[in-house]
């Protein structure tokens, strides 16, 4: 199995530019989280689906951000318009669903909003 | 709610000396928590997990964890550290309730010395 798959890796932009990151899910697994990690405030859930649906996106920080999950294997999060403050790694995982709860972490995009 | 402590955002060991991270637990229910290594540019991977079966429970690379109730915690341990282990440690725990919702503690950096 390939494992979560994101992209873009890396990404630069100006602020004011809108953003969009890419997720593709373990084939199978029903469960998929964006993750924010930065130094000063650590690892973030900012969202999750279940089955293709958000269930809890409490921790998505404000109306810049959405994220859509239009099929089993695709999400994305799409920041618009980028701040500097947006500046971290951005992980997906993706869990299946029962009793194993495991999540299983992308490589994380890097990035950067000058 | 649920929510996990750990105690030292950075330990540091000598190359072949004991490795023991902390962490404790805050759950109103049994709970199942986690241990994942984040190594430098990439996303976490799960070390190992309770799931309410064995107390002591074996992970990847010589590492293990023994759930104690009486303490609430689920301290990770490793008998000889080795130069590849100094990586970021994170203790989870599910969320609780109907949720797949991981909580994730601020981590430890692990550095190892030669």
């Known amino acids: 199995d390939a494992g979560v798959i994101q992209s873009p890796r890396h990404e630069v932009t100006e602020m004011g530019q809108e953003v969009t990151l890419r997720c593709k899910p373990i084939?199978?697994?029903?469960?998929l989280f964006w993750y924010r990690q930065t130094m000063m405030r650590g690892l973030e859930l900012l969202i999750y689906?279940?089955?293709?649906?958000?269930?809890?996106d409490s921790g998505m920080p404000e109306d810049r951000f959405s994220a859509k999950m239009p099929n089993a294997s695709f999400s994305t999060l799409k920041i618009q318009p980028s701040e500097p403050r947006d500046s971290a790694v951005y992980f997906c995982a993706s869990s299946i669903g029962g009793s194993s709860y495991e999540q299983y972490f992308g490589p994380g995009t890097r990035l950067t909003v000058t | 709610a649920q929510s996990v402590t750990q105690l030292g955002s950075h330990v540091s060991v000598s190359e072949g000396a004991l490795v023991l991270l902390r962490c404790n637990y805050s759950?109103?229910?049994?709970?199942?928590l986690f241990w994942y290594v984040q190594y430098p540019n990439q996303g976490l991977q799960l070390l190992l997990k309770?799931?309410?079966?064995?107390?002591l429970v074996k992970g990847i690379n010589g590492f293990e964890a023994e759930f104690k109730k009486s303490e609430t915690s689920f301290h990770l341990t490793k008998p000889s550290a080795h130069m590849s282990d100094a990586a970021e440690y994170f203790c989870a725990v599910i969320g609780g309730g109907a949720t797949n919702k991981l909580i994730f503690g601020t981590g430890t950096l692990l550095a190892v010395q030669p």
């Open positions: 084939s199978g697994h029903d469960y």
């Open positions: 309770y799931t309410s079966a064995a107390t």
């Open positions: 689906f279940n089955n293709n649906v958000p269930i809890d």
């Open positions: 759950s109103s229910v049994p709970p199942y």
